[in-house]
Structure formats: C-alpha cells, structure tokens
C-alpha cells in the first residue's frame, strides 16, 4: 500500500515537515472537512513515542502530555474515537480522567472556559495537542504552552478559521520568526481529496455566502462584510399564505424588549425540511403582560408549542412558564446560530408568510436587510436585531434540542 493510499497530498507535506523540520508548534488550520485532524491524530501518536524516547533519556518514569479541548465530547468525538476506530485503540481513564498510551500520560483539559486551567496548573508537560484551538480560551492557551516545558517538548494545534484579529492568527500563524519555530499549513476542503466529489459539490452549493463560504470552504480567516443574511432573496422566499403546504410542527422564537423592540416569532415546518414564518409580533415599550397575552393567541391557535427564549431575561421565561407556557432557553450561539439560518437560506428551506410582512407590527424586511457585520469583531452589529434574533433563537435551538428519547416507543 502507497502512502498515497493514506494522506492526501497536503497531509503528506504536513507529514514530511513534522519529520524533517524543526518546531516548537505545528498548525494546520483552514476549510472544515478538510483532512487537517487525521494528519494531526497520527502525528499525535508519533509525538508520544518521541516523547517516550525524551522521558528515557531524561529518566522520568512517566512523562506527561496534554489533550486539550472545548470539551470531553469534542475530545472523544474528534481524536479518541477517530483513533479508536482506525487503531483499535482500548483507552482506560483513571478518575481524573488521564490514560496511558505508549508510556505517556495523558492528562486531558478543556479549554473553552478558565475553568480547563485547573487541570493541568503546575504540571510539566513533555507537549500538547490543542483540538480546536481557535475556540480556546487565551489564558488557557498560554498556560497550555507555559506548561510545555520538558526538554523537546512541541505543540500540535488544529483550528477551523476564525476572526483575522483572533489571537492564534495573530501571535502564532502569522509569527514568521525563525527563532519562534512555527509551523503552520492552510487547508482548503479541496486539499481533501478522499471526499466523496458529491458531498465536496453539495458543501459548496450549500454554505451560506460570505464569511460562512470563506471559512468553511476556503479555509480563510476573514472577518464578515455587508449583509449577514445576504442569501436572503425577497423574490423567491416571500411566498403568499395559499402557498404555504401542510406543516408538521410549530415552533416559536423570543427575544424579549422594553427600550428596544420585543419579537415573538412562528415558525412551521414540513416534512421536507423547509422554515416557514407564519407569524411575527414586534413592538416596543410593553410590559410582560402583554407578551404573555400574544402567547398564549400562539398557543390557542398552534397548540402546545415551545417558546425559545432569551434566558437574559429569566423572570420573563418563570413567567412564562408560570403561565403554562413551555417556555425554554433558547441556544443563544450567535456565529452557530446565524450559519444554521443562513444555510436553510442557501439551500433555499426558508420562507416568510407574505401577509406576516405587510403587517403594521412586523419588522422582519427592515432588519434582515439592516442586519450587518461588524468587520472588527467578527460578529453582527448589535443594532436592528429584534426580530432576527427571535427567529434565529427559534430555528438554532429548534434544529439542536436533545433527543426526548421517552418519545420512542420500543
């Protein structure tokens, strides 16, 4: 079998230069899907026997290694099991959740909050390997790599892109120093040339324009411009109420309000897995009472639906609830959230109710072209967002709820 057979040609380059060259830190970062973990969980297990080798010449019994990532979910989704599954590899925890491989310890930690900064505070460590390392936390990213300090110890990160600002493009990936010995590789989802040429041509067709393309597809880190929903075609996507088919379910976003505007929003869905707005209520300057007075109309006429919303405003939700509303709170991720909107945008699963916008309360047409990047964060501009808010609660959290697995019957 040909190596050819194994890595693609980027991952073959990757390999040739964490062999051959000199470095402190390797990162492969770019396009999802683009073959950047495979490489880096293999060279992953060459680095715990170089590390062993080290640890025998310095004559440390157990030498230690950090796994980091956003959490033990992604951590075993994306590196145990994918070796699991490859090497048959049989991994046994201790309670704090370490595991031996090759004579190495491996002490996991989970960068996405401070908290991961527990784990690993005052140990030394012969490396790390930082699995999406774009979403770790900065103190926790520099007490990962403070923490690296045997002799010969390396640094192995791999990262979806993000905000041209971030700290990892920034401080690492850009650092052309030689004496920082960096190495760091771009990846687009072309380089992955073991993906079924389907899936590569529907990715393309699929992803959102703009930032969402950029990234996901190019592997670039850019910062969003214009329009955040700029698939979003009047034309095709207002359609009248005649044409709106059968729906299977209903669902409602709410983002709540007083100085700026509150938006309560419905949406249906059918069996094929289009949005449809059928309903939309915004207004400023009232008090709770009235909001609860609008669903409780929403559920006299749709049912027993949930609401998801805005947890910034908890006594809003117990009210709710307290009303007998199924109120949650809503998943609130915004660069998520907007993508699973923009997608069904795309991909042409989103509709408004044409008699939704002609309404004297409806806000929708004004935001959805008012909604914009903010070019320095990387995030939307947090003005004319009511109405787009309360519906990407409603879509984002809709599309992710756990499983009811008490729903099943056997």
């Avoid at 310890?105 to 930082?130: D, E, N, P």
């Avoid at 207004?283 to 929403?298: G, L, N, P, T």
């Avoid at 959290?397 to 099943?408: D, G, I, M, N, R």
Wanted: with cysteine; net charge negative; proline share 3%.
């Amino acid at each position: 079998m040909a190596i050819t057979d194994l890595y693609t040609a980027k991952q073959i380059q990757v390999w040739h230069a964490a062999l051959t060259q000199d470095w402190r830190f390797l990162i492969n970062h770019g396009a999802k899907r683009s073959g950047k973990t495979v490489v880096d969980n293999d060279i992953f297990l060459a680095e715990l026997m170089r590390v062993r080798k080290l640890a025998d010449r310095d004559g440390t019994v157990t030498p230690m290694y950090i796994l980091a990532g956003v959490s033990s979910k992604t951590i075993q989704n994306n590196i145990l099991q994918e070796l699991s599954n490859k090497y048959a590899f049989d991994f046994r925890f201790d309670k704090h959740n370490s595991f031996m491989l090759f004579g190495v310890k491996i002490v996991q930690t989970f960068h996405g909050s401070i908290a991961g900064l527990g784990a690993i505070r005052g140990m030394t460590s012969y490396g790390a390997y930082i699995n999406e390392a774009s979403l770790a936390n900065e103190e926790v990213f520099e007490e990962i790599k403070d923490r690296c300090s045997a002799t010969g110890a390396r640094i192995i990160c791999d990262t979806n892109p993000d905000n041209p600002q971030h700290y990892l493009k920034k401080n690492y990936i850009d650092n052309k120093k030689p004496n920082a010995r960096i190495l760091s590789f771009h990846f687009t989802l072309n380089d992955n040339t073991f993906l079924d040429p389907d899936y590569m041509a529907a990715q393309k067709v699929g992803t959102p324009s703009g930032m969402f393309y950029d990234r996901s597809i190019l592997g670039l880190w850019v910062s969003g411009e214009g329009a955040v929903y700029r698939d979003f075609d009047q034309r095709t996507m207002v359609i009248p109420r005649s044409k709106v088919p059968s729906l299977s379910s209903y669902y409602v976003g709410v983002d709540w309000g007083y100085e700026h505007k509150g938006s309560i929003v419905v949406f249906g869905q059918d069996d094929f897995g289009n949005v449809y707005l059928v309903e939309e209520h915004t207004s400023q300057y009232k008090e709770i009472d009235y909001w609860v007075e609008v669903a409780k109309k929403i559920r006299a006429k749709y049912g027993n639906v949930i609401y998801w919303a805005d947890s910034a405003r908890p006594e809003h939700v117990a009210r709710f609830q307290n009303e007998g509303l199924d109120c949650r709170n809503a998943n609130k991720a915004v660069l998520s959230g907007i993508e699973e909107v923009a997608k069904l945008m795309k991909q042409g699963h989103f509709f408004v109710v044409g008699d939704v916008t002609e309404e004297k309360d409806s806000h929708f047409l004004d935001e959805i072209y008012e909604y914009v990047w903010d070019e320095k964060s990387g995030e939307p501009v947090k003005k004319n967002d009511d109405v787009v808010d309360a519906v990407r609660y409603a879509i984002y959290s809709q599309l992710h709820k756990p499983v009811e697995f008490s729903s099943f019957k056997l």
